[in-house]
């Protein structure tokens, strides 16, 4: 069943117990920008013990004070009373909440896009603070006074970015004032909503004019501020005629695929954060070089994403695509058992898009690309990394003690079969006994 149907039963049944209910915020904007809303909320006249009595299996919220959700037909659907925000005294969140009236609910909302109502039944759309013009200008309003209502909530300020750019609507005149005016207020959000929103900026498909609106709107400084280095770092010409480390990264953004991971986007947008301070004036010429950014960008990269509180799984993958982006350009010179070790890497399919888009938005190089695609298409038909021909039992077998020197002497017959030399574990066997003693000896 449909997340609608699903959310129109359960309005149903409230209006049948004589509540009245409404479709509230994003889904209502989502259906009339012809979006398949992501979740649907449901705003009531009903109290929260009346919702609970209603739905016996419906649970409250614990942040959010008397918000239900209501389980349907696999559906979660949050039921929330109209309601009017107390004071906000943290910048995050309301003191108190009085129940009140859809008119005062809808004012208590963020933009005015989100603050539409609408008739489960008829499809009616209740608009009390100017949304629908709004959404057909596609422009976006903060509800009331920006000034005052980002200082309630700063969370608002980037999910006025993220709707910027998901939707691709502009931001008001004067919403944007305000948020050039409050960013700082971003420092009192807690790092886990910051990551929050800010992902859901970078993996959208307007991901860059996203970037380019925290960028600036002073959002960004209160993010990542290191970022902001690769504004006007010059680079060689002869290599990027796109400009800048900036423009470089912008371009990058905008040619990956809509749909690219999360760790990708992130990935990109960190691959040269340390060129600012790498960056060199050599010789006369005044040749400009980065040496070492790869493994400085590494651990700039690793700190930034702790900072924003991002899961180990996403630092795990994005900090080696980091570090080993410059080994694409050596591709062409690796052996075959380090090249099959280099594309044996777990992200090896995403560093291939991070490199296909820094070759495309800077010289334009596209031979180390379809090199690894055709060496993919070569070594398709077994794994890159094979069963091992032997193992440290052998080496226990041949009279040696367990230490350091296991692992070379095994990756030494490893490098034999990626290359092809050895193929059969008598042949390992033989290799290894060989090198054991002639090291032993
Ligand atoms: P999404 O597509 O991400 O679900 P959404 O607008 O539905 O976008 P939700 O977080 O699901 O966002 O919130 C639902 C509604 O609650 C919003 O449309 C808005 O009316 C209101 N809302 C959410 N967060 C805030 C906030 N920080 N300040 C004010 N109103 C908010
Ligand atoms: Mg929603």
Known sequence: MPARDAALELARRLTAAGYEALFAGGCVRDRLLGLQPKDYDIATSARPDQVL???PGANEVGAHFGVVIAKCRGHHVEIATFRTDGSYKDGRRPETVTFSTPEEDAQRRDFTINGLFERPETGEVIDYVGG??????????????PHQRFTEDGLRLLRAVRFSATLDFDIEEKTLAAIREC???LERISPERIRDEFSKILVSPRRRAGVELLVESGLMQHIVPEFL??????????????????????IMLEMLEPDA???????????????????TFDDEAGRIRFNGHDAVGAEMADAILRRLRYPNDVVDAVVPMVARH????NVQQMRTAKLKRFMAAPTFDEEMELHRVDCGSSNGFTDNYEFLQA?????????????????????????????????????????????????????ALGYLKELATATTA
């Open 261 to 279: 991971p999360l760790e990708l986007c992130l990935a990109v947008l960190l691959h040269d954060i340390a060129k600012p301070p790498c960056q």
């Open 326 to 329: 410059m080994q694409f350009m």
């Open 183 to 185: 960013a700082p207020l």
């Open 375 to 427: 060496k993919a298409e070569e070594f398709a038909s077994e794994p890159l990394i094979p069963a091992p021909l032997a193992t440290g039992r052998d080496l226990i077998q041949l009279g040696l003690t367990p230490g350091p020197r296991f692992k070379e002497l095994l990756e030494a017959v490893q490098t034999e079969q990626l290359e092809g030399r050895i193929l059969d574990r008598e042949t």
């Open 53 to 55: 009595a209603l739905f």
């Open 229 to 250: 280095k690769t504004i006007d770092c010059e680079q060689p010409p002869e290599w990027h005629p796109e400009g800048d480390v900036y423009m470089h990264t912008c």
């Open 132 to 145: 629908l013009a709004d959404l057909k200008a596609k422009r976006l309003r903060a509800i009331g006074e």
